[in-house]
């Protein structure tokens, strides 16, 4: 499923995400497949809107379509017709059938393998499912909850499912690299269950605190380091790079004052430049767009937008969404182009049918 | 001036909605791109010397697609009715401002909002439509004609 791609993103489909993945290139599109975690969109009725956005941001490829376990621990309000058909997604019944239904529904859908760390993840009715809709399917697991993912390895081998993608996720934090082991020796075991499923290693430093970080920083992005290192421990063609897009992981709302921050992505660090003495976005910007380390080049949106917010346009970076958008947009252009340095500065791109 | 073959060339894409407007530029002969243009400017046409009419259109990669599409159209525009005034390229900012007259650039705009919004389409949508409120109304047909709810309000007389 991933031959000739690059990079696997996970995602929520929260406002930043979308708008950074809408808004990239095409050629950068053409070298990732995304994994998204669907939640009911903003205030739309129906939860069908939720997977129009995915699918209007990834355009006609395929994507991984899981679902958004944070969400469903919110408790949605049943009485609104989204939030009851998403937590209808959920039901275990007929091997998460109304959840199979839906993936089955849309050509570029692919499964996300449901319940991993449930007892009774019923994995030959899920296999029926995956057999039926015949796209693959992805099987993620965190490192330090793997549940059920080597016997489903195996039940995927005896039926001859090869075009399943493992998703190793190391989570969010700074010492991605003590995750390291672990994940070499999962991918392993993988590799000799079957030599045809590919691997995906993937992992977030991005940081959730900047206090104290002054007003520009550096942060390094580990991710990267930490799927090298597990390339170096197992020999595998088919181990690919993946990460959370420089997102952070959802959290319940916690009141606090919002400090204006713009940060721009390179291959293997964030550069960010934080509001002091109560900058607005628009002073911030126009410190970025002076700084030594801005490329402002590349002709991507999330370089554009900062470029409009320095020069106060009217569409520009008013809010953190926004902000996270363009850091998520150059990010994912970033990691897509890693190993495809020619690939990063876009150009033209001649218009046939699109518009 | 538009020639009369451009004109059958305008009459046969209008009859179709939404407009294919990068099919309807190719076959007036034109090249048309998406570019990463700065912030403020919307689009520009100039002289080309691998297209068949002689001149490229570039729009802004990152506006909106219904922005595109008019800015688009209003390039088209400036090729059928001020190609000779063109000389080494019309600049059109987001206010639809550039160095040819504030009159020059009405005329692309009317032209333009009728490409993209036929009359013959606006009145079958009004029709079909009419049981909508005018928001409603004004919703549904700017999603069926791929345009903003704001150009279609106005179209529309709001």
């Known amino acids: ?355 | 001036m538009i020639t009369d073959t451009q004109r059958s060339i305008l009459q046969r894409h209008l009859s179709e909605v939404p407009v294919k407007l990068g099919a309807l530029a190719s076959e007036l002969g034109l090249e048309v791109f998406k570019s990463p243009l700065r912030p403020g400017i919307s689009g520009l046409i100039e002289p080309s010397h691998s297209a068949p009419s002689g001149f490229r259109i570039k729009i802004n990669r990152h506006e909106s697609v219904e922005r595109q599409r008019f800015t688009l159209a209003h390039e088209i525009s400036h090729f059928l009715l001020h190609r000779e005034l063109i000389r080494n390229g019309v600049i059109d900012d987001t206010m639809y401002r550039s160095n040819l007259s504030s009159r020059h650039e009405i005329e692309a705009n009317k032209l333009a909002s009728k490409i993209v919004m036929p009359e013959a389409a606006v009145d079958m949508l009004r029709r079909k439509y009419s049981g909508h409120s005018f928001e409603e109304m004004t919703h549904l047909m700017a999603k069926d004609l791929r345009v903003s709810e704001p150009a279609m309000r106005i179209k529309l007389g709001g």
């Open chain 1, 1 to 355: 499923m991933l031959k000739g791609r690059e990079y696997v993103p996970l995602l929520y489909t929260r406002l930043a995400e979308i708008r950074a993945m809408r808004e990239l290139p095409e050629s950068s599109k053409n070298l990732m497949v995304p994994v998204f975690k669907l939640r009911p969109w903003l205030n739309s009725k129906e939860l069908d809107r939720a997977v129009e956005v995915v699918e209007e941001a990834v355009g006609n490829r395929l994507y991984g379509l899981d679902l958004d376990e944070f969400k469903l621990n919110l408790n949605p309000d049943p009485s609104k017709t989204a939030a009851t058909q998403f937590l209808q997604l959920f039901e275990k019944a007929e091997g998460y059938k109304n959840y199979y239904d839906l993936v089955a529904s849309g050509p570029n859908r692919v499964p996300v393998f449901r319940g991993i760390n449930d007892a009774d993840l019923e994995i030959e009715k899920q296999i029926e499912h995956i057999l039926h809709i015949d796209r693959g399917v992805f099987v993620r697991a965190k490192v330090g909850e793997p549940g059920s993912l080597l016997e489903i390895a195996r039940k995927l081998a005896e039926n001859d499912i090869d075009n399943a993608v493992f998703i190793i996720d190391c989570g969010w934090g700074r010492d991605l690299l003590v995750s390291a082991a672990l994940a070499s020796q999962f991918a392993q075991r993988l590799v000799n269950t079957s030599d045809k499923f590919e691997i995906v290693i993937a992992g977030s430093s991005f940081p959730d605190d900047f206090k104290g970080l002054g007003e520009r920083f550096t942060i390094p992005a580990i991710e990267r380091q930490l799927y090298f290192e597990v390339r170096r421990q197992v020999n595998f063609d088919a181990l690919y790079y993946g990460d959370w897009g420089s997102t952070r992981p959802p959290t319940d709302p916690i009141p606090m004052k919002h400090v204006p921050r713009i940060d721009t992505a390179r291959s293997t660090d964030w550069v960010c430049w934080r509001s002091e003495d109560d900058e607005t976005y628009v002073e911030v910007a126009q410190r970025v767009i002076t700084d030594p380390a801005w490329d402002g080049k590349l002709g991507i949106w999330g370089e554009y937008m900062v470029v409009a917010t320095a020069e106060e346009e009217a569409v520009r970076i008013k809010a953190p969404a926004m902000a996270a958008a363009v850091r998520v947009n150059i990010h994912l252009h970033q990691q897509a182009n890693f190993d495809n340095p020619g690939g990063l500065h876009v150009g033209d791109e001649a218009v046939g049918d699109d518009l």
